[in-house]
């Protein structure tokens, strides 16, 4: 590709490569548990980032990952979790919109955070950001 594509998609793919040698390097000396939640940790906001994409980067098979998490919460509980927790903050600290929030926090469809974000939580996303807000005001 040539001009300002070509620079997009070469720049992309830089972005990319920094991206892998970084984790990388950081997780290097951590056990193949913590480098895949450091992982999680980094690419939850990504709408399109799937369990496959940690088998795939750590060269992995979706049941070799399952094993590693067999005592505790599943990849796709801690996924998720992340997510609700993130949304959690954002709409106690922010006045973006809830669909917003929830792809901010890597849902591509609002119905679908909006059912997690009930089924985690016990409370719509809205009823969180006014609980949040009225327990601030109480302390302050």
């Known amino acids: 590709q040539t001009g300002e594509a070509g620079y997009f998609s070469a720049l992309a793919l830089f972005y990319s490569i920094m991206d892998v040698v970084s984790i990388k390097q950081k ?4 056990t193949l548990r913590e480098q895949v939640l450091f992982y999680i940790d980094i690419h939850f906001p990504e709408s399109n980032f ?8 750590f060269n992995i098979s979706h049941s070799y990952l399952c094993s590693l998490f ?44 909006m059912k997690a974000f009930k089924l985690h939580t016990g409370m719509t996303a809205a009823q969180y950001r006014r609980f949040s807000r009225n327990r601030d005001d109480e302390n302050n």
Do not use: P
């Not at 799937?50 to 980067?57: G, L, Q, R, V, Y």
């Open 70 to 113: 067999k005592e505790g919460n599943t990849v796709k509980d801690i996924l998720i979790k992340k997510r609700i927790s993130e949304a959690k903050r954002l709409l106690a600290e922010s006045d973006l919109l809830v669909g917003e929030i929830g792809r901010a926090v890597g849902f591509a469809n609002i119905d679908h955070f």
């Open 50 to 57: 799937k369990i496959s994409n940690i088998c795939t980067f």
């Open 27 to 30: 997780v290097r000396a951590q």
